[in-house]
């Protein structure tokens, strides 16, 4: 069997590592299923570009850390299922006696 020697940022090893253990993988098991997923389809498998996830943008980040603070300081309503398919029932029959 082969060996590479590959030099590679310790923080970005040891994140690898952390992230690829609770898979339970080793970093060599996760680097033989890149170089295989690779063969299989003949380039990298996976997308190489400078955009960034749209989930992430400031807007939608500044949103979702405001209702996790509301969440805190719990300020949240909750309903059943079952209130929640009654209400947009509700909503349903509004909305076709509007047209």
């Known amino acids: 069997m082969a060996q590479i020697s590959i030099r590679i940022d310790d923080t970005i ?9 609770s898979l339970g993988l080793t970093l060599s098991a996760a680097f033989n299923i890149f170089l295989r997923q690779s063969i299989r389809q003949h380039g990298i498998p996976f997308a190489i570009t400078t955009d960034t996830d ?12 405001q209702s996790i603070q509301q969440m805190e300081d719990g300020q949240v309503i909750t309903k059943t299922f079952e209130e929640l398919q009654r209400m947009a029932a509700v909503e349903s029959v509004d909305s076709y006696e509007k047209t």
């Open 13 to 21: 090893k040891d994140e690898a590592d952390s992230l690829f253990s």
């Open 54 to 65: 749209p989930f992430y943008n400031p807007a939608n980040m500044r949103w979702i850390e």
